[in-house]
């Protein structure tokens, strides 16, 4: 049983930065994939940023050069930094750990940036 505690969203202005963690049960962490994906209302989730067991990774184009990935398998832990943060950012921002064709999901951190 694997399970996923997002925090360190909140309310930001525009221009700001957040930094996102993800820390999971278990054991699989070190050998699974990661993401992070975004759900703004009334929108489709998309994948944001997902990160290999070995360490590729992956960005949604309109996040390129703002957004970063990383994760510390010591502490079972995701991160997402999030720099020049724009208000088309806001949304639910959920991690997710794929292991063995299953995916598992967070409860999401919601993630606000004004203008």
């Known amino acids: 049983q694997v399970q996923l505690v997002e925090s360190g969203g909140g309310l930001v202005q525009a221009g700001g930065s957040l930094r996102l963690s993800c820390v999971a049960s278990?054991?699989?962490?070190?050998?699974?994939?990661m993401g992070w994906s975004r759900q703004a209302p009334g929108k489709q989730r998309e994948l944001v940023a997902g990160i290999t067991s070995r360490g590729s990774t992956n960005y949604l184009d309109s996040v390129k050069g703002r957004f970063t990935i990383s994760r510390d398998n010591a502490k079972n832990t995701v991160y997402l930094q999030m720099n020049s943060l724009k208000p088309e950012d806001t949304a639910v921002y959920y991690c997710?750990?794929?292991?063995?064709?299953?995916?598992?999901w967070g409860q999401g951190t919601q993630v606000t940036v004004s203008s």
């Open positions: 278990g054991s699989i962490f070190s050998i699974s994939a």
């Open positions: 997710n750990l794929d292991y063995d064709h299953f995916a598992y």
